[in-house]
């Protein structure tokens, strides 16, 4: 049964009502009184004020009184919109875009702590205007006013396998809809924790069938015609020069990432743009209804002590995010603190991974200079490892992914390989495995293996932590 979205009057007072209703314990009260008698009148000063407070100290370390803050002062100013419709009259949309950009940001860069479910029931309330958009408040026969889309933004994203496709020379095992029990019993023993793809067990999902999530008329309309706001990563990788970070509207980055003309293998000079490691189902609690988590993820797994590995607390429920983006994204090699399954859902990725024995010649990364430990990351571009040892890649005959371009001569080649074999002597004799995972199927990876992940074709993927 489902409950009908409040109208803008009705999310509007209930948000006045939440937003004035003082309580002991609200950890907003840290802000100091100065800061919460400005809020009302003056939302703006206070969301740059709050905006200084996170980003003074790292993002762990930041008060929920400055989370709070920010996300209050985002949803005075959402009713201050509103408010202003009756006034000026109901506009052609730009105070949508400007309410969910509100909304969003708050979502994005404080997760709403205490004020989520209110923050949800906007959008319930926008997606309600955008279904029946009227030029005005009084009811009229004219049609929903809907969003202008290009002709690339109706069409399916590519469910096929390149031609040119790795190699699977070391192959990860493969085990179909294992029970329960006999996962339990895998991961009981330590020496049993091994990766294995996993075929059928996530196949009742709605977003591989139902809602599918390789329409992008559906992620569009789940998105509020695309208006939704995310994160999005530019670049190669994370350890790439010039590597970034944007927040886009889910329709810019479908337009500009992953509807485009892409090729299977993208050169290092043309941008990436990768939604990366994002909670995107706190954010989008419908997308969220379209998939479960698997059985798997509640097993308990034996403690191991992995020295590249540092410690995490107990987890109450695994820890979800998001990976969409195009052909040519790649996780560079790293290990992760929490086993891990990862859901394909939509196109292919070529996955290799490295066992904890391997890495003393996958040479780890230590704090860099900003004071950022990075240790659980690889010096190797393994990109580039492959592209000057053929015998360790999986593009055969082509030198490495970025080789399938043809990018430099056999002199060139020489060079390259003896710079890396200095840096990194002992990377060729790593042994590892590797496959392609494709809709459907699910990567098992334990604590601690190094793993390097690229996308084949356009890619939507989830990832479930758990310990």
């Known amino acids: 049964m489902t409950t009908a979205a409040p109208t803008l009057e009705e999310i509007t007072q209930l948000t006045r009502q939440e937003l004035t209703t003082a309580r002991k314990s609200d950890p907003i009260r840290e802000c100091g009184r100065a800061a919460l008698l400005l809020l009302p009148d003056d939302p703006e000063l206070c969301l740059k004020l709050a905006y200084q407070k996170l980003h003074d100290v790292p993002y762990k370390d930041v008060k929920t009184c400055w989370r709070r803050l920010y996300t209050d002062a985002s949803l005075w100013k959402v009713v201050r919109v509103v408010g202003e419709l009756e006034s000026k009259g109901r506009g052609e949309g730009d105070w949508i875009d400007e309410v969910v950009k509100l909304l969003d940001m708050a979502l994005i860069l404080t997760g709403a702590p205490e004020r989520e479910e209110l923050v949800e029931l906007w959008f319930s309330a926008i997606k309600a205007v955008l279904v029946t958009f009227q030029p005005d408040f009084e009811s009229s026969d004219r049609p929903a006013k809907r969003r202008k889309l290009s002709p690339s933004m109706q069409s399916t994203l590519s469910a096929q396998l390149p031609h040119l496709r790795p190699a699977v020379r070391h192959p990860i095992a493969r085990a179909t809809n ?52 995310i994160p999005v990563e530019i670049g190669k990788s994370y350890t790439s020069e010039g590597w970034g970070q944007r927040i886009v509207t889910f329709s810019s980055f479908m337009q500009d990432y992953i509807l485009s003309t892409q090729t299977p293998l993208k050169k290092e000079n043309e941008a990436t743009g990768y939604l990366a490691q994002h909670d995107l189902f706190a954010q989008i609690p419908s997308l969220r209804a379209d998939i479960c988590i698997p059985d798997y993820c509640y097993c308990e797994p034996i403690p191991t002590s992995l020295p590249h590995v540092k410690a995490t607390a107990k987890l109450e429920e695994p820890l979800l995010n998001a990976w969409f983006g195009p052909p040519g994204t790649i996780s560079p090699l790293h290990t992760d603190p929490y086993h891990n399954v990862l859901a394909q859902v939509v196109g292919y990725k070529y996955v290799r991974l490295y066992a904890p024995e391997e890495t003393r010649r996958l040479y780890p990364r230590s704090i860099d200079e900003s004071g950022v430990d990075m240790s659980n990351t690889s010096q190797v571009d393994l990109d580039e490892g492959m592209a000057v040892h053929e015998e360790v890649s999986c593009w055969e005959g082509c030198g490495g992914a970025e080789g399938v371009h043809g990018d430099g001569d056999e002199h060139d080649l020489v060079e390259r390989r003896r710079d890396f074999e200095e840096q990194f002597p002992e990377f060729k004799d790593a042994r590892y495995i590797e496959g392609i995972l494709g809709p459907g199927e699910c990567l098992y990876l334990p604590v601690g293996w190094w793993h390097y992940i690229r996308s084949l074709t356009p890619s939507f993927s989830v990832s479930f932590w758990f310990n």
Do not use: V
């Open 178 to 229: 294992p029970s329960l029990a006999s996962f339990q019993t895998k991961l009981s023993n330590p020496q049993t924790h091994t990766p294995i793809i996993i075929e059928g067990a996530i196949e009742h999902w709605p977003a591989l069938d139902d809602r599918p999530w390789n329409n992008s008329e559906y992620l569009l309309e789940q998105t509020l015609g695309g208006r939704r706001l």
